[in-house]
């Protein structure tokens, strides 16, 4: 075997795609709401078994070979019954990963052409639907707090073979978990981080206020 056959098999196996069992797209949509620019979350159905009655962005799990951006786009025009024309994306934000190996592809898109008193969300998936405007969520900082993950050997685990065995300075991992508030919801965990990444992206170079 040679460089050019290894440098084949490696195309080859990255043009299959991701795992998609463990990843997810999400799109965080803009809406205008009376002239003021606003982002539209969901409340999960309580009838769900993952995550009942959370809030989020529309999303869900990329099925095999598609892109992320096209599994964003599905899911949002599946649970809030819009049609493409009605959804353009116009960003990107980072991947993110999660210590339940899993990881998430968000998208910012424009909701146009469709007023948000008019949307028809599938209540299968979703049982409410409400947008804060930027400038309010932009003007409060998350609440932040940090869980800390130590590591749980497996019984058989063959310590003998790393140096120092049981004494191996094993890394603890952490995590940070925000949360916003808006009225009676509660904007919390996965979407808020997303949501941060967002605002903190514009606040250098947009007037949120006059948005």
Not at 153 to 159: E, I, K, N, S, T
Not at 166 to 178: C, D, E, N, P, Q
């Amino acid at each position: 075997m040679n460089y050019q056959q290894i440098s084949t098999a490696l195309a080859k196996s990255r043009a299959k795609g991701y795992d998609h069992n463990a990843m997810f797209a999400v799109m965080l949509p803009l809406i205008y709401v009376e002239n003021k620019l606003h982002i539209l979350f969901e409340v999960r159905s309580f009838d769900l078994e993952s995550q009942p009655g959370e809030v989020c962005f529309p999303g869900g799990k990329m099925e095999n070979h598609e892109h992320p951006s096209n599994t964003a786009l599905r899911e949002t025009m599946e649970e809030l019954n819009l049609s493409q024309h009605h959804i353009k994306i116009i960003g990107e934000l980072p991947p993110y990963t999660t210590p339940f190996q899993f990881a998430i592809f968000p998208y910012c898109g424009v909701l146009q052409h469709v007023d948000f008193n008019d949307i028809c969300y599938s209540t299968e998936e979703v049982d409410s639907i409400f947008t804060v405007p930027i400038s309010f969520l932009a003007s409060q900082e998350p609440e932040e707090y940090t869980l800390t993950f130590d590591m749980k050997m497996d019984p058989q685990f063959p310590y003998h073979m790393i140096p120092n065995g049981k004494k191996y300075g094993w890394r603890t991992g952490s995590y940070r978990v925000l949360f916003y508030y808006y009225k009676d919801y509660v904007i919390w965990g996965m979407t808020a981080k997303m949501l941060q990444f967002f605002l903190n992206s514009l606040k250098p170079y947009v007037d949120l206020d006059s948005l």
